[in-house]
């Protein structure tokens, strides 16, 4: 199998990479893949290195047409990671996340389209569905996404349902809450944490701190991508819900403590315009399919904080953050 993964130096891409070169499931063995990715400030060769000769890499742009028409054809399966994903930045200015995650997005589906790619998998977000105060999302819930970054998202989202409908596009969607694990750029909530408080900094909280995340690790994010690349219905949208819900006081609480830190460290800030008060996905329907999440929480937190106090020198070329 040839698949082509775009956004593969990011943090989620590279680990679906580093995943799928490993050969984990019938379906990887003997995978040759390639990664296409623009190298941006949040992709990074260094998050690639572990499997550095396994794979080909191709620096460029989703929205690059005629990259497109020379890299995707031969592949089987494309898996789309590649997008501008920060709300902050998104809130900023909007134009780059629309040029990659709505019109790049749109070039790859027709590049997909044109060489007759088996399976195209559009890795997205829960942010597309706004705020939810008790309760979980199914997939048939309505998209109302509050921010640049997630109106960009759901953008792409509804792009990919209608490449299917309109033009039989074999593609599924993904749909997933915040990751975390090694590897993830310091713009993020729990590396930013970490990698301020290892340096001896101070943390922002937003608001009063009770904005409810459901926390997946990274690999158990990818895991879900592959259930659904190999058993999923194209045309479906398949959720891969967190594995722990907590308010970003708890979280704030369990990063001072895994970096023997006080709350004297911490600097409240006023909230971020839109921000959401709370995220929830159910997952049942990729579960019936065979999936279930492999890192308990507590586990993959305290491996992951570990991990950026052993690679100070990845994240801080990253820059402060």
């Not at 008060?277 to 329907?285: A, M, P, V």
Request: proline fraction near 5%; include cysteine.
């Amino acid at each position: 199998m040839r698949v082509l993964v775009t956004g593969g130096a990011g943090f989620i891409g590279s680990a679906y990479v580093r995943e799928l070169v490993s050969g984990g499931s019938p379906a990887r063995q003997n995978a040759h893949v390639t990664v296409l990715d623009l190298l941006t400030y949040a992709g990074n060769r260094a998050n690639l290195a572990p499997v550095d000769g396994r794979f080909t890499f191709v620096h460029g742009d989703i929205g690059d047409r005629t990259l497109l028409e020379r890299v995707v054809p031969g592949h089987d399966m494309v898996v789309s990671f590649a997008a501008e994903s920060h709300v902050d930045r998104s809130i900023a200015g909007a134009a780059d996340f629309m040029r990659t995650n709505v019109l790049g997005v749109q070039k790859l589906f027709d590049a997909c389209l044109e060489a007759g790619v088996e399976r195209v998998v559009h890795v997205s977000t829960d942010e597309v569905y706004g705020s939810i105060g008790s309760g979980s999302w199914d997939e048939t819930a309505p998209l109302a996404p509050n921010s640049p970054y997630a109106a960009s998202k759901a953008g792409s989202d509804l792009l990919a349902r209608s490449y299917h409908v309109t033009h039989g596009l074999p593609v599924v969607i993904t749909r997933c809450g915040n990751n975390y694990g090694p590897y993830q750029h310091p713009e993020k909530a729990i590396p930013r944490f970490v990698t301020r408080l290892l340096s001896g900094g101070t943390v922002p909280l937003y608001g009063d701190g009770g904005n409810v995340r459901d926390w997946i690790h990274v690999t158990d994010h990818c895991h879900g991508i592959q259930v659904a690349a190999e058993r999923g219905t194209a045309g479906e949208v398949y959720h891969v819900a967190g594995t722990h819900e907590l308010t970003n006081v708890e979280l704030t609480d369990r990063l001072l403590t895994a970096c023997g830190a006080g709350w004297d460290r911490v600097e409240k800030v006023p909230d971020r315009p839109g921000h959401d008060r709370r995220y929830s996905l159910t997952d049942k329907k990729l579960r019936a399919l065979g999936y279930a999440p492999r890192v308990p929480f507590e586990e993959g937190l305290r491996d992951t904080v570990r991990w950026y106090a052993a690679n100070a020198a990845w994240w801080q070329r990253t820059g402060p953050c």
